[in-house]
């Protein structure tokens, strides 16, 4: 379940309600779009019992991770979809996670005006995340060799506990539960902090910066798109980033494009450098052509948040196909999909996908944790698909995506 959050919209003041995905603010009274901008993870506060106000309470921090963990060991690739939340600060008496409270109440942002202050975290984000991976039992087994272990398609955000002090005790704010003695939580590492400007979120006018004019994009989207002079626009917690796209030409059976990152680069302790390298260095069953030896090795990536089998397969069948492509320069379409996942993630997939696309894992998988990427280049391709009854397929490529799954992956 995605979480929901209040916000006013910061041109008219309407309220507006956004799920944790949404890098893109929509205002359906004033009709603005404006991005979501932050300098760092986001930062919630629970609803008190009753609507109550917040304003001057103690905040207890939890870390909420929501993503698929993907791991490789000799055995192969498991992987696990995970939405877990849990305490991150060592005061005594605070539950150890925040149930499904999250998922089933309108969340709120951090007011820097409400005087609030925080319990000091003392967990860090890389402990909740090994946490998170032995909740999927994602972690080795005895006897097993961790290989790699990615993170793909996270959400990271901080939820605070609103706590109460009444009665000599400690309560819940929102259920209203008393969590222990007063003199047992004081007697704990009790440091606290006030609001932090680094955690201000900031909302910009969707313009395009090369020509002023108005972007378009989903409330979801990771990339933007200028109708006015065809450019494209990664969408970072901080800015905006111009983006090299092409597109492969589609017939009239084309229903739809879906964008998928080209991740070329070398990869020097495997002596990957060219497409044939590739085909040889995984033993796939079919022999390099002369014209590989001058094509450099991309790995393809689907910019799109899929369940991670169907993500792992897109992105092996288009890297083996990628011979078959030959993408250009052109004007964007009205059946582009949105492209939901940022290349922040995909470069993290570039060795799952190295995994899951070799013929031979006796050899690739040992590298792994040796391999690095060198002469890193990415650009954004939309590749064309047909529709051929419940599926889209990707006639150069053979990539096969059920149009439930298609739909579904917006949710995770």
């Known amino acids: ?46 609803p008190m019992a009753g609507d109550a106000s917040s304003a001057g ?39 150890p996670s925040l149930g499904v409270r999250p998922q089933a109440m309108r969340l709120q ?55 109460v002090i009444k009665h000599c005790g400690l309560h819940d704010g929102v259920t209203g539960d008393r969590l222990c003695d007063l003199v047992d939580f004081i007697s704990g590492d009790l440091a ?9 979120v900031r909302f910009v006018a969707t313009l395009c910066p090369q020509c002023g004019a108005g972007l378009e994009g989903s409330s979801d989207c990771q990339v933007m798109t200028c109708p ?35 991740i070329s680069t070398h990869i020097p302790v495997l002596n990957i450098y060219s497409f044939a390298d590739f085909v040889e260095r995984t033993n796939q069953p079919f022999l390099p052509r002369p014209q590989w030896r001058s094509r450099v090795m991309s790995v393809w990536v689907p910019a ?9 397969l897109a992105g092996r069948q288009a890297t083996l196909g990628q011979w078959r492509l030959r993408p250009v320069t052109a004007k964007l379409q009205p059946n582009f999909f949105p492209a939901t996942l940022p290349f922040s993630e995909a470069r993290q997939a570039v060795k799952l996908m190295l995994a899951a696309s070799t013929a031979s894992p006796r050899r690739i998988f040992p590298m792994l944790p040796y391999t690095r990427l060198t002469e890193m ?36």
């Not at 000091?120 to 991976?133: C, F, G, N, P």
């Open 304 to 312: 799109i948040r899929l369940r991670p089998k169907v993500f792992l």
């Open 109 to 163: 942002r951090i007011d820097p005006a409400a005087e609030n202050l925080f319990l000091t975290q003392t967990l860090k984000a890389s402990a909740i995340l090994e946490k998170a991976a032995a909740v999927g039992n994602l972690v080795p087994q005895i006897g097993q060799q961790f290989l790699h272990r990615a993170y793909i398609g996270e959400h990271l955000s901080y939820i605070y506990l609103p706590l």
């Open 1 to 46: 379940m995605k979480l929901l959050v209040k916000q006013d919209c910061p041109q008219c003041g309407a309220p507006v309600e956004l799920t944790e995905a949404e890098s893109v603010l929509y205002c359906g009274s004033c009709g603005i779009r404006s991005m979501v901008q932050s300098n760092s993870p986001p930062r919630y506060v629970l």
């Open 228 to 262: 006015n002079c065809h450019s494209a626009w990664g969408v970072t917690p901080k800015q905006l980033v111009r983006l090299d796209w092409q597109m492969q030409a589609g017939d009239s059976a084309t229903k739809l494009f879906l964008p998928f990152w080209k």
């Open 192 to 200: 606290n902090r006030r609001y932090d400007d680094g955690w201000q």
């Open 57 to 95: 309470l103690l905040l207890a921090p939890y870390v909420r991770f929501k993503g698929t963990i993907y791991l490789v060991t000799e055995s192969g690739i498991d992987h696990r979809v995970i939405d877990t939340t849990r305490v991150a600060s060592s005061a005594l008496g605070l539950p």
């Open 377 to 412: 280049t990415a650009q954004l391709i939309y590749l064309p698909f047909t529709e051929l009854g419940c599926d889209w397929v990707q006639p150069h490529t053979g990539v096969t995506i059920g149009k439930n799954i298609l739909k579904f992956g917006r949710t995770l």
